[in-house]
């Protein structure tokens, strides 16, 4: 985005580099600024006299500013340059109609109707001005107006108190002006305005964001649909995880699944209601079109929700592609002034912080989100750990201990997994597991030759005894995984027993 400040301090220092003065002069029309544009554009004027924009951005800065006189002038005395350019007698008709003179205004149309005789509006406008210029002066004489109704009536279709909209066909009452949809023109002389001052096309926003936006949001929920299907329709049973499914990563996407759902249909739902708020605290001479806001929430929020299915060491792209997304949309999407832009994303920023802290401390308790930081830095630490693993022969006693990661909500994440490896021929083994106070927790007798996985419950900070027994000599491997690094180590034989 163009910082307008150091643009300004350049042309004060190049006052001879026109090209920037006339940047300067369209980013504080854009901004509003008519009066400090008005300064650099009249400026250009008289270094640029045969460029017909500068005249153009000129009288419609004259509008801007109510000083309907002086666009007046300023479009009379570019037409003697450019008799024939139908944009200049369109932008003088809408000033003579912004002073008050519907006959003038009329009499331009007229031009403009010569000029081309397929202009699809001059000559019906120039007539209803016409009309209305007979309506005043009657009333301002205390005639009746006789011919009023022939010169109002056309051989259109039966009248209808409805009107479609001719860009999105959405049905509108009589009281509307532009779509209650799509916040297109339902009157030509509203085209007309938008035809003759390039300002209002650009506070219109962009006129691609709801087709384009809404070919994204619905690619965007589709693949979000897509990947929350095939993991809950998918997911294997507890009973049939492999010790790769013990990873912390696992055990963590385990966890947040449901909350990930839930968050993804808070934020559909709360990011369109947080743009119509930001929208709703600025003063802006345009207001937004619903679509416009519409896309602008949804189309952030889908992103989002489909970047939440990364890694757990890459999840800082989600809220990180939603919020860019959203501020490129409110700079740039919604029609609105830089400043105010940044004023609409702020109110979305602070209201979708909220609702998803509101969403996570509602379904996982709010310790989750002071310990957040701690469950993160142990997820990429996990990335390059390995197994915990302890080979041996039988028979074999060790300790195995599962330390606390300092968040009481990791050391809830579970499961541990044990994964045993025979490497006996011949003999079986067989695996005890038991805890500090003796109890045993796991029996397994494992056939020779093979391996299986358990899911013990298992208390985090707590010491557990493992025993590998069976015939004498027979080799066997232990591997242990779970969201927490298991200390392990051999209790050697007394040698007295």
């Known amino acids: 985005m163009t910082d307008t400040w150091d643009v300004a301090q350049y042309v004060e220092s190049h006052p001879e580099d026109f090209e920037e003065r006339w940047r300067l002069a369209k980013i504080y029309y854009q901004e509003w600024e008519y009066r400090l544009a008005l300064e650099h554009l009249l400026l250009l004027k008289n270094e640029w006299p045969d460029n017909a924009h500068v005249h153009r951005y000129v009288a419609a800065t004259y509008y801007r500013l ?12 570019s037409i003697e340059r450019w008799p024939h350019d139908v944009a200049l007698h369109e932008q003088l008709a809408k000033a003579y109609k912004g002073w008050g003179k519907p006959r003038e205004a009329a009499e331009a149309l007229e031009k403009v109707a010569e000029i081309n005789p397929s202009h699809h509006f001059a000559a019906r406008i120039s007539n209803r001005l016409l009309d209305k210029a007979k309506r005043e002066d009657s009333l301002s004489h205390g005639r009746p107006l006789a011919s009023a109704a022939p010169q109002e009536a056309t051989p259109a279709a039966p009248y209808s108190p409805m009107r479609a909209c ?17 916040h297109a023109s339902l009157s030509d002389a509203a085209a007309l305005d938008r035809q003759s001052d390039p300002i209002l096309r650009a506070q219109g926003g962009s006129d691609y964001l709801p087709a384009a936006g809404g070919a994204a949001v619905v690619a965007l929920l589709t693949m979000g649909l897509y990947l929350t299907l095939r993991y809950f329709l ?51 001479e345009n207001e937004v079109p619903t679509a416009h806001i519409v ?41 609105i002034r830089a400043r105010t832009g940044v004023v609409v994303w702020a109110s979305q920023f602070l209201f979708i912080a909220i609702a998803m802290a509101t969403v996570a401390a509602t379904m996982q308790g709010s310790s989750f989100l002071a310990q957040w930081p701690t469950v993160y830095e142990a997820s990429v630490e996990a990335q390059v750990r390995d197994y915990a693993t302890i080979s041996g022969q039988t028979p074999a006693t060790m300790t195995v201990e599962w330390p606390s990661s300092g968040s009481a909500w990791l050391d809830e994440a579970g499961p541990f997994g044990i994964r045993i490896e025979s490497g006996g021929l011949s003999s079986w083994i067989h695996v005890i597991l038991t805890n500090a106070w003796g109890e045993s927790l796991l029996f397994l007798d494992l056939p020779p030759g093979t391996s299986i996985d358990a899911l013990p419950r298992i208390l985090v900070g707590e010491r557990y005894t493992l025993q590998i027994a069976g015939d004498s000599d027979v080799a066997f491997t232990v591997g242990f995984e779970g969201p927490l690094e298991a200390n392990t180590s051999l209790v050697e034989p007394d040698p007295l027993q």
């Open 295 to 335: 896309v602008a929430g949804l189309l952030p929020a889908s992103l989002t929700y489909a970047l939440t299915w990364l890694p757990t060491p890459f999840l800082w792209a989600a809220p990180l592609g939603g919020l860019v997304t959203a501020f490129v949309l409110s700079l740039w999407g919604l029609g």
């Open 66 to 77: 109510e000083r309907y006189d002086n666009a007046v002038t300023e479009l009379k005395g």
């Open 234 to 284: 998918d997911s294997p049973a507890p009973t049939s995880l492999t010790l790769d499914a013990f990873a912390l990563n696992s055990a963590l996407a385990e966890r947040l699944r449901p909350t990930q759902a839930v968050a993804g249909l808070v934020l559909l739902l709360a990011w369109p209601i947080a743009v119509r708020i930001g929208v709703a605290l600025i003063p802006e």
């Open 166 to 182: 001719p860009q999105c066909g959405a049905k509108n009452g009589p009281e509307f002006e532009r779509c209650w949809q799509c």
